[in-house]
């Protein structure tokens, strides 16, 4: 499923630790990659490399705030002296919702910088030794979300939707290098972060995918950029993008409140 000798020997997830990190990590010990595995919280971070470790791999962890302005001299810190094949960016949730011209600025300000600004730093850093390596691999996990606008999710959304073009540039750059870039854009997923958003994963119809399948799917699609649909959600993304896009816009807005269980 996975190139070892493309994409190893070794292997840096930001946002390692639980969900689809996770499950990245596990797939690629599983191929026998080395992996960094970067998050906030030390006890889920310690556990996903105790399981990682377990198929033979070596792993070395960094339990940091990636808004933190010593994060990326951290990061290069600990990973210089690797031959790093694969940069997996998960760290991408929404870590704040609110009306925007209600909202506080400050907040939306870190929703950009881990969407945006994060992702752009590591692959600037990571793309330029891919490049001079001469092969390898950038994962950018997106969402359906930056497809339509949301209320209350205005910024995320947005966000999303500039990590979709940012992959598709990157990968243009990138491809006659012999690196791959693919943006892997999910829908709802089984995750612990969306658990504790308190998303009601039982409502009739709902398209809920397991993160092993998209972690999965994401690996074994990696040479196909620069944007992969998981989780079989590419109507949904197809619709999205159409021409009746107000319609859509309201219509998402119904569902997401019904999926938060807050319709009226």
């Known amino acids: 499923m996975i190139d070892d000798k493309t994409y190893g020997p070794w292997a ?7 969900g689809v990190g996770a499950s990245f990590a596990e797939q690629l010990a599983g191929a026998g990659i080395n992996l960094v595995l970067i998050a906030r919280k030390p006890g889920p971070l310690d556990e996903a490399a105790a399981r990682a ?11 940091l705030d990636l808004l933190d ?7 290069r810190a600990a990973t210089d002296d690797l031959d790093v094949g694969l940069l997996v960016v998960n760290a991408g949730a929404n ?31 990571f793309g330029a030794r891919l490049k001079r390596r001469g092969r390898g691999g950038v994962l950018l996990v997106g ?22 073009i940012f992959a598709e540039g990157l990968w243009l750059e990138l491809r006659e290098h012999g690196v791959h870039v ?20 039982d409502l009739p119809g709902l398209n809920v995918a397991d993160p092993d399948e998209v972690a999965r799917e994401g690996l074994r699609h990696l040479a ?41």
């Open 12 to 18: 840096v997830i930001a946002g390692g630790s639980e």
């Open 53 to 63: 470790r377990k198929c033979g791999v070596e792993v070395r962890t960094l339990a």
């Open 69 to 75: 302005d010593d994060a990326l001299p951290a990061i």
């Open 95 to 125: 870590s704040y919702g609110h009306e925007f011209v209600t909202g506080d600025l400050d907040r939306f300000g870190e929703v950009l910088a881990l969407n945006i600004t994060v992702p752009m730093a590591l692959g600037h850093h």
């Open 143 to 164: 969402s359906l979300a930056g497809y339509l606008g949301q209320a209350d999710l205005s910024v995320y959304a947005a966000a999303k939707a500039f990590s979709r």
């Open 182 to 201: 693919l943006e892997l854009v999910l829908g709802v997923t089984r995750t612990p972060a969306m658990e504790r958003a308190g998303l009601d994963f």
């Open 224 to 264: 196909d950029g620069p944007v992969r649909i998981a989780g079989g959600n590419e109507r949904a993304a197809e619709q999205r993008s159409g021409p009746d896009r107000a319609a859509l816009v309201a219509g998402a807005h119904e569902a997401s409140r019904r999926l938060m269980g807050r319709a009226r």
